[in-house]
């Protein structure tokens, strides 16, 4: 039967393509309050494809974005078949800046063997792989597999605030499943399928510095009050040591080592430090001393200055002091680092600098730990088949270095573990202007989840 | 005659008021693109005042904003009258924020005693003082006291780029010139007319960061390449020590110091800390240890930061790694402190501390020394003779902590000696929100410059 799913799917590819522009098309920025029913129209999207791939599909409320959950009708699935999870987000990053974008981000555009849009890879485009796998079965077979429930959310580019909650209420009818399948991660490397066994938590924080009640003429008062725009840069300025480490006190703390035989195999791994410096468009890669780029990406934590806003930012000149400064500051977590420990350290070193005349709030945009999988499961075996038969190449065990929290939260409330099988690529321009995702990966991920579903319905059977 | 004058002054108060509001509602803002038909209105109106009050007035094109040059023609002045010229500028400081504004801008509103609009002490209303008085004079008496030549700059906001060039170029008509009276500096305090004997020098830069070639996903990337953002916190936080003190190479070595009597002089003035920290809204002044408030503002070089923008700069949370970090950054010079020295050694600091894989921009927005002004010639006895009938009270010696750069170029050009005589006060909001000037200066303003004309006639006469 799979083979004649995976023929069918290789005659759709027109169709699927042309169904996944369709999504790409709508805007669903979730963090920009002006795009709030584009963010809903994609739900309804969702909801109407998985509806045609024959789940019974609805949208949950939630106090701000949607999400959509489709369930395998009584029926649809052998009985005592395995239940499996298939968690996604609908939502995507903002997309300016818009003048960097070589087509416009939500016209998506076919180029050299890659789609193009905001939302192609990361995770719109991951995300359909399944929902096409699953049209496939129905359309071939008029079952599916195995019982399968599918997550959609639209929150999680803004840290998923309502996700625990909607996951709790769903206790009752994913108590039997085993296992989550995500597919919002990449393949190590073209040709190089990846199971993603590790990722980093995050914190991010708006921080706001106010001195003066108002903007205040330079050369009149320069010398007589504190900049809140000087004091931002010289706390933000402290942050790092001279060796590119966090100066948090407590940061590193509590970080798990890694052990030396995973250490040894992300160093067989190919990977060019030349290359990647020559991807982003730098002369020379950096960061913390005594760790390879990999290492620094996969398990060593971060602080990054993800965005600053003070005073004059016109054309030309203005000569005032700023009333107000303000920065967005997100903060990496690898494994054993804990949230709240490191949020209490941070405010209050941040605190500990600030000089007599200037005030500082601290706004939370999200906060999760870092999560590590198990590498050994029926589930990721299963995984590593699909991936291989789908992919056409030996899949590798990796980490990332971005964060998943859903993978926490599943496992907290369910104790669902994770299968993180992504079809994007490294260069996918997540966050950035041109997200792409290559074809071949994108028909790829159609056949491995096709696939997977077959593999995990035998390997998950009581 | 002057009596007569000052009566009529003092009968068309209404006349000046609206007058007034007329200019100040033109948005001449001269740093902003889009407002560059605005600013030559502004232009317009002043060359029309001033033919009313009976000079030959013109416009000077330079390849931005035009000068505004008005001449008194023979047979309006006493013949062997000595010539002066009076310096005003009619362009202004963006409004923005403009949220904080109490009423439009550019909608020029009475309020308790005081006229808010942008541009209502710095520089229209103060110019204006002396257009009314010209107006008085040819109204009242057919002539002038003396030959006036008056210069109305259009690029004063944004460093008067080309004015130096008009100032050359106007040498042969002026040359036989004896005094520069300019008003764009204020009172000391109400009830307290100064003459500024000093001002601080301008260096404004804009410096824009590069790292990689575009925004990166903070998660993927974070740990791998040096942060534009962070760069420029590291860069800018280390440009003061922790004393306040600018770190910039030798930039204090060619400070001049104060003498004894002038340092004596300014503690004697009525000044308190605690209502200056109040009037700004901050709990405590901050500045360079060892000098008092007046000192830090009057003599002692600063840096200043002006605004800052990199990444995301939208509501919520986008998690990047911003490919570009800039910020406008000025500095005050005080008397001996060489630009161009203070340049080079900025910039190659800069660039000194700069880590690999990031690049950085220096686009320079302005630049003059500061200046010192004699405090004992005719021309200054005469100023204080009018600001001590004219507004009412004795007249004190300061220094301003702005910058006018134009009294350099003149005393370069042309030797010619500024008298600096503002009828403004220190809390009129110069380059903030809800910029204001009291009705009480306005009017002292306009009876002060038509008794400076009467004063000068007499102390300058061969």
């Known amino acids: 039967m799979i083979d004649t799913v995976l023929i069918w799917i290789e005659k759709n590819s027109r169709r699927w393509l042309h169904d996944l522009q ?43 974005h949607p999400c959509v959950l489709a369930t395998t009708p009584a029926g649809m699935y052998p009985q005592n078949a395995p239940h499996v999870v298939i968690y996604g987000h609908y939502d995507v990053q903002p997309p300016d800046p818009l003048e960097a974008w070589s087509s416009p981000p939500f016209s998506p555009t076919i180029n050299h063997g890659q789609i193009v849009a905001r939302g192609a890879s990361d995770d719109k485009g991951q995300t359909f792989c399944h929902m096409a796998a699953l049209l496939a079965w129905r359309e071939i077979a008029q079952q599916f597999p195995l019982r399968v429930t599918v997550l959609l959310e639209g929150e999680e580019e803004i840290g998923s605030p309502n996700l625990p909650e909607v996951i709790k209420n769903l ?77 948090i006190p407590g940061f590193y703390d509590d970080v798990a080592a890694v052990e030396a035989n995973v250490r040894e195999s992300w160093r067989k791994l190919p990977f060019s430090d030349e290359q990647f410096a020559q991807d982003v468009g730098v002369k020379k890669l950096y960061g913390e001393q ?9 398990c060593r934590p971060t602080l990054e200055i993800n965005g600053l806003t003070a005073g004059f930012q016109g054309a030309g000149a203005k000569t005032i002091i700023p009333a ?48 590590l999988t198990a ?88």
């Open 22 to 64: 369709q999504w790409l098309a709508i805007p669903s920025v979730s963090t920009d309050p002006s795009h709030v029913t584009d963010v809903h129209a994609a739900a309804e999207w969702a909801q109407f494809y998985l509806r045609t791939a024959g789940l019974d599909a609805t949208l949950i409320p939630t106090p701000r």
């Open 171 to 247: 206790k009752p009818q994913l108590s039997d499943a085993s296992a989550l399948i995500i597919s919002d991660s990449s393949q190590f490397a073209p040709g190089i399928p990846a199971i993603t066994s590790g990722l980093r938590g995050l914190i991010y924080y708006q921080l706001t510095l106010s001195g003066p009640n108002r903007d205040l003429h330079s050369g009149v008062y320069g010398g007589t009050v504190a900049n809140p725009a000087t004091v931002l840069c010289q706390l933000l300025g402290r942050l790092h040591d001279a060796t590119g480490r966090v100066t």
């Open 290 to 298: 005594g760790y390879s780029t990999i290492e620094r990406r996969w």
């Open 324 to 371: 107000k400064a303000s920065a967005k500051v997100s903060m990496r977590l690898v494994p054993n680092q804990n949230p709240e420990k490191i949020k209490a350290s941070f405010e209050s070193y941040m605190q500990s600098m600030l000089p007599d005349g200037v005030s500082m709030q601290f706004e939370l945009f999200g906060s999760s730990p870092a999560v």
């Open 375 to 462: 590498t050994n499961s029926p589930a990721i075996t299963a995984a590593i088949n699909a991936a291989r038969a789908g992919l056409g190449a030996e899949p590798v065990i990796i980490r990332e270095g971005g964060s998943i929290p859903v993978v926490n939260w599943f496992r907290q409330e369910l104790g669902l573990e994770s299968v993180l099988l992504g079809f994007g690529l490294p260069d996918d321009n997540l966050h950035s202007p041109n997200e792409k995702l290559d074809l071949d990966g994108f028909y790829g991920g159609i056949r491995t989840s096709a696939l997977l579903l077959d593999e995990l319905s035998q390997a998950l059977s009581k």
